[in-house]
């Protein structure tokens, strides 16, 4: 038996994995057990769990791989400030005394922190070094159910690229194109989400669901003036508009004076229409170039699969559109998009690629994406009784009953069960749970639950077999990554005053029979429910369709703003706690609000740094 463990660490999302003879065994997001979001640092904790999941200590791990390789991002900065200088030698002069402590000789480093894990690890030879978009494009391929593909990477930069195309044929992968920094979709998108006053490599998710309530009157101002954009969808920015190759912000005074209002101050300045008509344009700028680089990737090689990974494919708008276009038959975008989803890519990449090995099987190889810890009743119930909570267990069908009821009841429901989700993406195992039909649920969600933007859309779970009835969509969708629209005979038409509202005043307009899921524009992030994935909660769903004739439940992370998903039995008894959440299922175990000690009631609102 071989075993791999993948590490990303040390920019944003450090995250932990673990394969055997290829199978994958264990994946998770450092930020999860830190509680810090987006953690960058070693990966202690995840290296800790997917080892504990594998029954393994670190000596008997085979190879170690790193997700990308540090030199080369080295050289990258040195030239790019030689580039620029004088320019940036602030950001220079603070970057530099960190890269030659830690990140330039990360071999050293990452072996003393391994060792940590076990005294008896003693052989630096077992860390080897991927390469940052060829772990994306492996692990958006090789988990992939496609025996051949177009895999196409987008983000903010690795170590010089920021897109790549690659062609995977059976356990094969090679990178054909490249784009290289500073040009980067990624950080194009960035660059608006901080003009907005939107945290980068956090916020860039609230640019995409501000998008809808404004008008795209930027587009063509970007696409003339920021940008050199060809018909192949391959791109050169403009640098004199922005400052993130060399300086400490992200975009220059040129680019506050070229839309005409200076960068948004999120503690001083409202959210205007100006900030949603912004958010629209770089929304459609970045649908353009994707849809247009993906049209021209599907004339050029005549490639029926398109696999996605990167930051930028979780702009599920951006894929949703490369869906309806037609442009290819299949599409399957790796959950853990991001960084986090690179350590898997890095050990897959080195299993297939570098050891030769065959893949076994063209089925999708995520298990759901559920690849996190999960907890046993005995343990759940220590934990309660060291709580002070008031609980009660029940059998497993008893659960689904009740839950279904309180969901019908329009009541909210925390939901921990299974194995916790790899990737950004909650997926019915740390779950906040509500009734779609309710028309105060979404607000309600976001301001006293979430305690976040008003204007912030949910998504629906929905049972497979329902998907085409409800939604204009009939692909398998199940890590929520592809937006559709509500079927027209769901959809409640907006009259002329309510079509002429501004910005948020759409927001309180019912725009169909599921109006908490029903985006502005009648859109919704779908995920699918599959019963050979997630047997729970694909009951839970279609006992709710039997209380209500909706197969549809609205799906929400369980956490609240600026927290990272709930990892752990205390993590979700004080999210419960310190929220209006209503009931907290825990496996076999059932909370109520009402019935617990007022005294363990939390000011959970303040907890967390904002997002």
């Known amino acids: 038996m071989t075993t791999i463990l993948g590490i990303s660490a040390f920019y944003h999302d450090s995250a932990a994995a673990l394969i055997e003879d290829g199978s994958i065994i264990a994946a998770a997001q450092e930020e999860r057990f830190s509680r810090k979001k987006h953690d960058a640092n070693y990966p202690v904790n995840a290296v800790d769990y997917v080892l504990k999941e594998g029954g393994l200590k670190l000596s008997q791990i085979d190879h170690i791989v790193f997700f990308e390789k540090p ?30 402590r830690e990140k330039l000789f990360q071999k050293k480093y990452l072996f003393d922190h391994l060792k940590k894990h076990d005294e008896n690890f003693s052989d630096i030879n077992k860390i080897k070094f991927s390469e940052h978009h060829y772990s994306h494009a492996a692990s958006a391929f090789f988990p992939s159910p496609f025996k051949e593909s177009l895999v196409l990477t987008l983000d903010g930069v690795g170590e010089w690229a920021t897109t790549t195309v690659a062609i995977g044929k059976e356990s094969k992968l090679k990178i054909l194109k490249e784009i290289h920094f500073p040009h980067s979709l990624g950080l194009l998108y960035s660059a608006f989400t901080y003009y907005t006053g939107f945290k980068v490599n956090s916020g860039e998710y609230k640019v995409m669901g501000l998008a809808p309530y404004g008008r795209p009157k930027f587009k063509d101002l970007i696409i003339k003036k920021l940008m050199d954009l060809k018909d192949d969808g391959s791109f050169r920015l403009n640098m004199k508009y922005f400052s993130f190759a060399t300086g400490l912000t992200m975009t220059n005074k040129k680019f506050s004076d070229l839309f005409g209002e200076p960068v948004r101050d999120p503690k001083r300045d409202q959210l205007t229409q100006f900030h949603m008509d912004i958010a629209a344009s770089i929304q459609a700028v970045t649908e353009e170039i994707v849809l247009k680089m993906s049209k021209s990737l599907a004339e050029e090689y005549r490639i029926k699969n398109l696999c996605l990974a990167g930051g930028v494919a979780l702009n599920c708008v951006a894929n949703g559109k490369i869906l309806k276009d037609k442009l290819f038959e299949n599409i399957w975008i790796q959950p853990a998009a991001g960084d986090a989803g690179g350590s898997l890519g890095a050990a897959l990449a080195y299993w297939h690629s570098e050891l030769n090995m065959p893949r076994k099987s063209y089925e999708d190889q995520m298990k759901g994406s559920y690849l996190g810890p999960k907890f046993d009743n005995s343990h759940i119930e220590e934990k309660l009784k060291s709580l002070k909570a008031n609980y009660k267990k029940y059998d497993t069908k008893e659960v689904i009953t009740l839950t279904a009821k309180q969901l019908s009841n329009e009541k909210t429901v925390g939901w921990f069960q299974g194995r916790m989700e790899f990737g950004p993406r909650a997926l019915g195992g740390r779950s906040i749970l509500a009734d779609p039909r309710s028309e ?26 329902d998907l085409n009835e409800w939604f204009e969509l009939n692909n398998d969708s199940p890590y929520m990554l592809l937006v559709s629209e509500v079927k027209k005979n769901k959809q409640i038409k907006m009259n002329e005053k309510e079509e002429n509202l501004f910005g948020i005043d759409k927001l309180n307009v019912k725009r169909s029979s599921i109006p908490a899921i029903t985006h502005v524009d009648y859109s919704a992030r779908i995920q699918t429910v599959h019963r050979e994935t997630n047997p729970r909660y694909y009951d839970l769903i279609e006992e709710f369709k039997r209380n209500t004739n909706c197969p549809v439940l609205v799906n929400t992370s369980f956490n609240v ?28 175990f059932i909370l109520f609000k009402e019935q617990q000690d007022k005294s363990l009631i939390k000011d959970y609102k303040n907890k967390f740094e904002l997002d």
């Open 71 to 100: 030199f080369l991002k080295f050289e990258r900065l040195i030239e790019t400030y030689l580039a620029f200088a004088p320019r940036g030698f602030k950001s220079f002069s603070m970057s530099m005394p960190i890269w030659l």
């Open 440 to 465: 105060k649920m979404q607000k309600e969600l976001n301001l006293k639950i979430k305690f976040r933007e008003s204007f912030r859309p949910f998504a629906p779970s929905i049972l497979r077999d």
């Open 561 to 588: 703003r600026g927290e990272p998903i709930v990892c752990s039995i205390e993590d979700a008894f004080n999210c419960f706690m310190g929220t209006n959440l209503d009931v907290l299922v825990l496996e076999d």
